[in-house]
């Protein structure tokens, strides 16, 4: 087992049960003594020469009557064959690299473990067979273990660029186009479903974000209006406020009071003043004839008391009358609004139904007679029903009330009758 960096490489029959603990790296075959073994632990960074060391090693486990290989590491080549060619591989050749440029050769590709001075290559045996002589065995000094490393660099690069020329040229096969087109629109429909992907969710978070801009928005609503606005949810409570004014009048009536105690409160205080403005001169005017007593001056100083917080109540009272007053006027406005939204809702109403009872007076004409004053006494029943909104019609001194009354008559009074009756 050969140290390479922080790897080990190991060499092991290829027959052999790998070992228990798994082992960093690549597997490349390779034949010693006509045995294939396979060396473990290969990595980018191993060489042909770390590749020697490790079946050199593991063959000195061998028992030594047995060995078939005998010297240093620098007298052994690794020979690379493929469909009856062969070379020599250099010391400083990148064997893993070199493996993965095969691409689909590999199982063509076979290494074979040499000693320098054994190994001819094939364009020395094609001459040495043409000139009828026997094969001679190369120098050492022409090994490519004696080439220079720049040499052996350029050598290397030239099998990588002649491998990877076998690589376009097996890519030019006829399918391969179609295959790589077929590719790169899978590639492009990913790419697409992707962007749909997170837009969809953009548009998710979009959603929940306008979600709770309604539901907080509402939130406010409700507590805005408050009281009335719970109110006005409930179904009873709106027919209530549709049939009768009465809630309406007795606003009409607070505000006319709140009005009228502003007004008087207003007066008062102008009074007041004036009083004071009054007195003021007065007592300039008794100045100048008389001077006041030391014993007057207490009496006064505690009446302009009693006056400034008279008046500071009075404007306060003023001020929460006045709060009061546009409280009532916004809720004043708000039941305007359900008002004519039920009115309109009635007229509506009172259409489909004029429309029905012209339906059934046609329906009625061609059936019997019975069915006919059915129809008619249920007209006539359904006239006379009306709501307390049109009994109760009454006109208050503003005239807020009348109009109120005006325009929340029940539209059903208005339709006209059915053609089946005399009504």
Excluded at 316 to 344: C, M, P
């Amino acid at each position: 087992m050969a140290p390479f960096g922080k790897n080990f490489l190991k060499a092991r029959l290829k027959n052999r049960t790998k070992d228990a603990e798994p082992t960093v790296g690549k597997e490349i075959q390779v034949t010693v003594c006509n045995e294939e073994k396979v060396v473990c632990g290969v990595t980018k960074h191993t060489t042909c020469a770390d590749m020697i060391q490790a079946l050199l090693e593991d063959h000195k486990s061998i028992p030594e009557s047995k060995r078939l290989l005998h010297g240093e590491p620098k007298d052994f080549c690794l020979v690379e064959r493929w469909k009856g060619f062969e070379r020599a591989l250099p010391p400083l050749t990148r064997i893993l690299r070199l493996w993965f440029a095969w691409g689909d050769q590999r199982p063509f590709v076979h290494f074979v473990l040499l000693k320098t001075s054994d190994f001819v290559s094939q364009s020395a045996r094609k001459v040495g067979k043409s000139k009828g002589a026997k094969p001679k065995r190369w120098e050492h000094s022409r090994t490519p273990q004696s080439l220079p490393v720049e040499k052996q660099k350029r050598v290397v690069k030239k099998a990588f660029r002649k491998l990877e020329k076998l690589h376009k040229e097996n890519r030019t096969s006829p399918g391969a186009e179609e295959v790589d087109r077929m590719v790169q629109l899978i590639l492009n429909q990913d790419h697409t479903i992707q962007e749909q992907i997170q837009r969809m969710r953009e548009l998710d978070l979009e959603i929940e974000q306008f979600e709770a801009q309604s539901e907080s928005v509402s939130t406010q609503a409700c507590g805005h209006f408050g009281v009335w606005g719970l109110e006005a949810q409930s179904e009873e409570q709106l027919q209530e406020y549709l049939y009768t004014s009465d809630g309406v009048e007795e606003l009409e009536l607070q505000v006319q009071r709140h009005q009228d105690l502003i007004l008087h409160l207003s007066r008062e205080i102008d009074a007041e003043l004036r009083k004071d403005d009054e007195d003021d001169e007065q007592d300039g005017a008794a100045a100048a004839s008389f001077s006041p007593s030391e014993t007057d001056e207490p009496v006064y100083a505690a009446e302009l008391e009693k006056l400034q917080s008279e008046l500071k109540h009075s404007l306060v009272t003023g001020v929460s009358l006045h709060n009061q007053t546009a409280e009532i006027d916004k809720q004043l406005r708000y039941f305007e609004a359900t008002l004519v939204s039920k009115d309109q809702e009635c007229w509506h109403l009172a259409a489909q139904l004029n429309s029905l009872q012209i339906m059934d007076s046609m329906e009625d004409k061609s059936g019997p007679g019975p069915l006919k004053n059915e129809s008619v006494s249920q007209t006539v029943k359904l006239k006379h029903s009306q709501s307390p909104l049109d009994v109760t019609d009454t006109d208050s001194d503003t005239g807020i009330s009348s109009t109120h009354s005006q325009d929340s008559l029940s539209p059903c009074l208005d339709f006209p009758p059915p053609l089946d009756t005399d009504v």
